[in-house]
Structures are given as structure tokens and as C-alpha cells.
């Protein structure tokens, strides 16, 4: 099978040592695999898995207040044991309203954070 790639390429061959060169076509037949892109996964080369910029602070959008108030009082609620009362009051929010990958993200944390103490926390 015959893939197209314009990425580097590392030759990794048996008792061989890896090299790395860019070549247009890659032979996965030969043993020839394409040194992935980092960026096609979403991981940096600078900062690895974490965003390369400051993280948002609050999903800029009202519509998903509901989620950034339950993150003001997490403490308040996980103590006073009403989180999963005030979770289970959340409406069934619309995640296509999340337009750029910081606001998936800032969701993705503050969704992380409250399942787990909705989980743990009562």
C-alpha cells in the first residue's frame, strides 16, 4: 500500500540506526512509516499537551453560565453537599455553541472537574 505524505520520514530498517529526511512518498511495504504531526493531534512541540497560550477563565458565552456558577461555589457545594442537587438542576446544554478550541477546552476542564465531585465529592 502506497501513502502520501510530505512529512519527514523516519527509516526505521532492522540493526539500523533511525534517520530522518523528508521524502514525498513513503512505501509502508519497504518499512517506511511517516513521523507523524504533532499538530494534527493537538499536542505542541513546545508545551506538549497542555494549550500553548493561557487557558480562558470563563466560557465568554451566558448560555453556559449555568456550568461557570457551579464552578464559583464547587467548594461551597461539595462541603455543603449539594452539588449533585444543583447539577441535577442543570439544563441539557447545546456544546455546538462552543465555537473555538479554547472554549472546548475550558469546558472539557470545568466538565472534568465537576463530574469527578459530583463522583467523589458527595
Do not use: C
Amino acid at each position: 500500500m502506497l501513502a502520501t505524505t510530505t512529512t519527514p520520514t523516519l527509516h526505521l530498517h532492522q540493526g539500523d540506526k533511525p534517520t530522518s529526511e523528508s521524502q514525498s512518498q513513503t512505501n509502508a511495504a519497504d518499512g517506511l512509516l511517516p513521523v507523524p504531526v504533532l499538530e494534527d493531534y493537538d499536542i505542541s512541540p513546545v508545551t506538549g499537551f497542555a494549550p500553548d497560550g493561557q487557558p480562558l477563565p470563563r466560557l465568554p458565552q451566558s448560555y453556559f453560565q449555568p456550568w461557570e456558577e457551579t464552578m464559583d461555589q464547587l467548594n461551597h457545594l461539595i462541603d455543603s453537599r449539594q452539588l449533585r442537587s444543583k447539577v441535577d438542576q442543570w439544563p441539557v446544554l447545546d456544546v455546538t455553541q462552543l465555537t473555538t478550541l479554547r472554549e472546548r477546552q475550558r469546558a472539557y476542564v470545568v466538565l472534568s472537574i465537576v463530574a469527578h465531585s459530583y463522583i467523589w465529592g458527595s
